[in-house]
C-alpha cells in the first residue's frame, strides 16, 4: 500500500469533517503526556494506547466495532490545494477506472514530528488501518485501478522533436550528427535489433532513433553529458549510458561488416589502385597512428604522460594511441586502440594484431606504408630518413608521402568528424576504447556513402604528427635491397618496376 506524501489533517480539519465527535475519545491526556504514540493490533483488537488514555475491551463488540470505525474515519484523502502546489513535472495523478477522482486513502492520526518522520512507525499504521478494515467485515470490493506516483523530471525535448522532424533542413541535421538523415537511418535500422527496449508499467522506453542520436550527437560534438541532457531531455546519467550501449552495439554490430581486414579481392584492388596513385606495386594498406588526449589515470599515471602534446600546448597533458591502417579511400581495415601514450609507434605496432598476422605469413607479397615513426621490415615500407637524399631516394619519398597522406587524411577527417576525439573525455579510460571503436567504424560508415564534412567544422581542426624516430629504424636487410629497387624503378622506368618481395 502506498502513502501519499500530503499532510496530516489537523485538528481544526478534524472537527470541520467530523463536527460530532465520539465521547469516547473525548479524555484528554494529562498536558506533559506525548499524543497518540503508537497504534498496533494485539489478538484482532486495535488497542490505541496513551499514558493514561486506554481503550480496549475485548469483550465488547460494541466498542471494538466502533474504535474500528472511528480508524476507517480516520483515512486521508489528498489535499486539491496541495496538489495544485506541487510542480505539474514531479506529479503523475492517479488514472480513473470509473466517474469522479480516484484518491489514494490512508490512516492518518495526530502525530508528534519525532514520529511523523519516522517511516518505520508510518508504514506500521498503514498495515494497521488495513487489517482494522479487513476485521471490520468491508467488503474487499474491487478497487480502481491506481497508477504510481513516479518521480520523474519533466524535461524539454523540443530540440530532438524538432531535429527528428522530416521538415528539418538537411543541411542542419549533417552539421549536427556528421552523417545526412539517409545514414543516420540506416544505422538506426542496422542497431534496432539490438537496442530496441520494451515498455514497462513504470514508463515508455526511449525510441530506438533518440538512442542513436545521443551517442552520435554525444560523438559528434564532444560536449559535456550535462548539455546532452538538455538537449534531448533526458538525465546524465541516462545519457552516459546510452552512449556506452550504443557504442558497444555499433562495435559488436557493425565492426564485422564495415570495418574488417580485407579478403583477396578486395586487397588485390587495392593494390593496384595504390599502384596506380604512386607507382609503388603491392600496397596493401597506409598505417598511420595519433593520439586521443585523456584525463590524467589513476594508475600508472606515468605509461599515459605524452611529452609531444606537453611541450607542444605548454600543459601537462595525457594520452592513449590509436593505430589505423586505411585503403585508398580513406576507410579503416584495421585498428590497434588503447596503448598508452608514451609508447612511440613502433612498439604500438609490435602489440597491435596486424603485427601478429604479418608474423604468421599472411601479409607476404604485401607492403604496408608506415611514416618515418615505425622501422623498416620484410612488410613495411617507410621513407628514407637520413641526411643528403639522392634523386632518387627523394622521388621515392615523395611517393611514400602521397600514399601516407591518405593515412593522415583519413585521420583529421576521423578527429574533425567526431569532435570527443578532440578533447579529454569524460568516459572511463577502460571503456574508452569501445567508444573510439565506434568513432571509427561510424567512420568508414559515412567514407563509404560519401558523406562530407561541413567546411565550417573541417577548418577548425588541424592534425599534428607526433611520430618519433625508433631506436631500430631498419630492421631487415632484404627490406633495404627491396626499397631501394623501388626507388630506382620509380625514378628511371616511368613510376614502374617490380619489388623484392
Given at each position: 500500500?502506498?502513502?501519499?506524501?500530503?499532510?496530516?489533517?489537523?485538528?481544526?480539519?478534524?472537527?470541520?469533517?467530523?463536527?460530532?465527535?465520539?465521547?469516547?475519545?473525548?479524555?484528554?491526556?494529562?498536558?506533559?503526556?506525548?499524543?497518540?504514540?503508537?497504534?498496533?493490533?494485539?489478538?484482532?483488537?486495535?488497542?490505541?494506547?496513551?499514558?493514561?488514555?486506554?481503550?480496549?475491551?475485548?469483550?465488547?463488540?460494541?466498542?471494538?466495532?466502533?474504535?474500528?470505525?472511528?480508524?476507517?474515519?480516520?483515512?486521508?484523502?489528498?489535499?486539491?490545494?496541495?496538489?495544485?502546489?506541487?510542480?505539474?513535472?514531479?506529479?503523475?495523478?492517479?488514472?480513473?477506472?470509473?466517474?469522479?477522482?480516484?484518491?489514494?486513502?490512508?490512516?492518518?492520526?495526530?502525530?508528534?514530528?519525532?514520529?511523523?518522520?519516522?517511516?518505520?512507525?508510518?508504514?506500521?499504521?498503514?498495515?494497521?488501518?488495513?487489517?482494522?478494515?479487513?476485521?471490520?467485515?468491508?467488503?474487499?470490493?474491487?478497487?480502481?485501478?491506481?497508477?504510481?506516483?513516479?518521480?520523474?523530471?519533466?524535461?524539454?525535448?523540443?530540440?530532438?522533436?524538432?531535429?527528428?522532424?522530416?521538415?528539418?533542413?538537411?543541411?542542419?541535421?549533417?552539421?549536427?550528427?556528421?552523417?545526412?538523415?539517409?545514414?543516420?537511418?540506416?544505422?538506426?535500422?542496422?542497431?534496432?535489433?539490438?537496442?530496441?527496449?520494451?515498455?514497462?508499467?513504470?514508463?515508455?522506453?526511449?525510441?530506438?532513433?533518440?538512442?542513436?542520436?545521443?551517442?552520435?550527437?554525444?560523438?559528434?560534438?564532444?560536449?559535456?553529458?550535462?548539455?546532452?541532457?538538455?538537449?534531448?531531455?533526458?538525465?546524465?546519467?541516462?545519457?552516459?549510458?546510452?552512449?556506452?550501449?550504443?557504442?558497444?552495439?555499433?562495435?559488436?554490430?557493425?565492426?564485422?561488416?564495415?570495418?574488417?581486414?580485407?579478403?583477396?579481392?578486395?586487397?588485390?584492388?587495392?593494390?593496384?589502385?595504390?599502384?596506380?596513385?604512386?607507382?609503388?606495386?603491392?600496397?596493401?594498406?597506409?598505417?598511420?597512428?595519433?593520439?586521443?588526449?585523456i584525463i590524467a589515470p589513476k594508475?600508472?599515471?606515468?605509461?599515459?604522460?605524452?611529452?609531444?602534446?606537453?611541450?607542444?600546448?605548454?600543459?601537462?597533458?595525457?594520452?592513449?594511441?590509436?593505430?589505423?591502417?586505411?585503403?585508398?579511400?580513406?576507410?579503416?581495415?584495421?585498428?590497434?586502440?588503447?596503448?598508452?601514450?608514451?609508447?612511440?609507434?613502433?612498439?604500438?605496432?609490435?602489440?597491435?594484431?596486424?603485427?601478429?598476422?604479418?608474423?604468421?605469413?599472411?601479409?607476404?607479397?604485401?607492403w604496408m606504408v608506415g611514416n618515418?615513426?615505425?622501422?623498416?621490415?620484410?612488410?613495411?615500407?617507410?621513407?628514407?630518413?637520413?641526411?643528403?637524399?639522392?634523386?632518387?631516394?627523394?622521388?621515392?619519398?615523395?611517393?611514400?608521402?602521397?600514399?601516407?597522406?591518405?593515412?593522415?587524411?583519413?585521420?583529421?577527417?576521423?578527429?574533425?568528424?567526431?569532435?570527443?576525439?578532440?578533447?579529454?573525455?569524460?568516459?572511463?579510460?577502460?571503456?574508452?576504447?569501445?567508444?573510439?571503436?565506434?568513432?571509427?567504424?561510424?567512420?568508414?560508415?559515412?567514407?563509404?556513402?560519401?558523406?562530407?564534412?561541413?567546411?565550417?567544422?573541417?577548418?577548425?581542426?588541424?592534425?599534428?604528427?607526433?611520430?618519433?624516430?625508433?631506436?631500430?629504424?631498419?630492421?631487415?636487410?632484404?627490406?633495404?635491397?627491396?626499397?631501394?629497387?623501388?626507388?630506382?624503378?620509380?625514378?628511371?622506368?616511368?613510376?614502374?618496376?617490380?619489388?623484392?618481395?
Amino acid at each position: 500500500m502506498e502513502i501519499s506524501s500530503c499532510p496530516f489533517l489537523s485538528s481544526d480539519d478534524f472537527s470541520q469533517f467530523y463536527p460530532t465527535p465520539y465521547p469516547e475519545l473525548q479524555t484528554s491526556p494529562p498536558p506533559n503526556s506525548p499524543p497518540w504514540k503508537k497504534r498496533r493490533k494485539e489478538n484482532d483488537v486495535i488497542e490505541i494506547t496513551a499514558d493514561d488514555v486506554v481503550l480496549k475491551d475485548k469483550d465488547s463488540s460494541n466498542n471494538n466495532t466502533r474504535i474500528k470505525e472511528i480508524l476507517s474515519s480516520l483515512l486521508m484523502f489528498e489535499d486539491e490545494n496541495e496538489r495544485e502546489n506541487q510542480p505539474e513535472s514531479w506529479l503523475i495523478s492517479p488514472q480513473n477506472s470509473g466517474s469522479g477522482p480516484v484518491h489514494t486513502p490512508a490512516p492518518q492520526t495526530q502525530l508528534a514530528e519525532a514520529e511523523v518522520n519516522d517511516p518505520k512507525q508510518k508504514n506500521k499504521r498503514s498495515r494497521t488501518a488495513t487489517d482494522s478494515q479487513a476485521g471490520a467485515g468491508a467488503a474487499p470490493a474491487t478497487a480502481p485501478s491506481t497508477q504510481r506516483r513516479l518521480w520523474v523530471k519533466d524535461r524539454s525535448k523540443d530540440w530532438w522533436d524538432k531535429c527528428s522532424h522530416p521538415d528539418y533542413p538537411e543541411q542542419e541535421f549533417q552539421k549536427s550528427f556528421r552523417m545526412s538523415k539517409a545514414t543516420f537511418n540506416m544505422v538506426c535500422e542496422e542497431l534496432e535489433p539490438v537496442i530496441t527496449k520494451k515498455d514497462t508499467m513504470l514508463r515508455a522506453a526511449i525510441p530506438v532513433r533518440q538512442r542513436v542520436a545521443v551517442c552520435i550527437w554525444r560523438l559528434a560534438t564532444g560536449e559535456p553529458l550535462r548539455l546532452v541532457s538538455k538537449r534531448f531531455g533526458l538525465g546524465i546519467s541516462t545519457c552516459h549510458k546510452l552512449v556506452l550501449e550504443v557504442c558497444a552495439a555499433i562495435k559488436t554490430t557493425l565492426m564485422p561488416r564495415f570495418l574488417q581486414w580485407p579478403d583477396d579481392a578486395r586487397l588485390s584492388e587495392i593494390k593496384d589502385e595504390y599502384e596506380l596513385m604512386s607507382g609503388i606495386p603491392n600496397v596493401g594498406g597506409s598505417i598511420y597512428t595519433t593520439h586521443i588526449p585523456i584525463i590524467a589515470p589513476k594508475v600508472n599515471v606515468g605509461a599515459y604522460f605524452n611529452k609531444r602534446h606537453t611541450e607542444r600546448n605548454q600543459k601537462t597533458s595525457y594520452s592513449i594511441t590509436v593505430q589505423g591502417v586505411v585503403d585508398p579511400n580513406g576507410v579503416f581495415t584495421d585498428v590497434c586502440i588503447g596503448w598508452p601514450g608514451s609508447m612511440p609507434d613502433d612498439k604500438v605496432l609490435e602489440q597491435s594484431a596486424l603485427f601478429q598476422r604479418a608474423n604468421r605469413g599472411l601479409l607476404n607479397n604485401v607492403w604496408m606504408v608506415g611514416n618515418s615513426g615505425v622501422p623498416l621490415m620484410d612488410w613495411v615500407l617507410v621513407p628514407y630518413t637520413h641526411k643528403n637524399l639522392t634523386w632518387t631516394q627523394h622521388s621515392f619519398n615523395e611517393k611514400i608521402g602521397d600514399i601516407q597522406k591518405v593515412a593522415r587524411d583519413s585521420f583529421c577527417r576521423l578527429k574533425r568528424r567526431w569532435g570527443c576525439l578532440q578533447k579529454r573525455t569524460e568516459v572511463k579510460l577502460q571503456e574508452l576504447p569501445v567508444v573510439l571503436g565506434a568513432c571509427c567504424v561510424l567512420h568508414n560508415i559515412c567514407e563509404m556513402r560519401k558523406e562530407v564534412i561541413d567546411p565550417e567544422i573541417a577548418n577548425s581542426f588541424e592534425l599534428f604528427d607526433d611520430e618519433m624516430l625508433p631506436e631500430n629504424a631498419v630492421r631487415s636487410a632484404t627490406a633495404i635491397q627491396a626499397r631501394d629497387h623501388i626507388a630506382h624503378n620509380l625514378l628511371h622506368h616511368g613510376l614502374g618496376g617490380t619489388s623484392f618481395l
